[in-house]
């Protein structure tokens, strides 16, 4: 199974690759169309504003094959948030492919953001 990850060039990349190695999957980072076209699955992560997320994909000529990609995509991160509409930060139009727009937390000052820690991913899940 070929699984890319989507350079970004703003986002953990190697932590992810990692990741998916410990999972026993061999996984590719790569910007380049040819590798996102005979990809089975896609990881789209992200670190930062999606103003700059979206400008560099646009840079890379990549965001007209991830809105109309029918491949499997997970985003992660910012690379959620700019799956959908608009990000309140900075104003910034995203890929709209799924409805919805992402607001700025309101929250009270004992609570940090970003949140900054790990999950468990399981190799049995679905996705993979």
Known sequence: MKLIIIDTACANLASLKFC??????NAKISRDLKDLENADKLFLPGVGTAAKAMSNLESF????????????????????????DFSEELDQETLGIIPFKTQKFELPKEYSLPHMGWNEVASSHPLF
Request: glycine share 14%; charged share 15%.
């Open 20 to 25: 998916l190695d410990r999972l026993g999957f």
């Open 61 to 84: 000529n990549l965001t007209n094959f991830i809105k109309n990609t029918k491949k499997p995509l997970l985003g992660i991160c910012l690379g959620m948030q700019i799956l959908g």
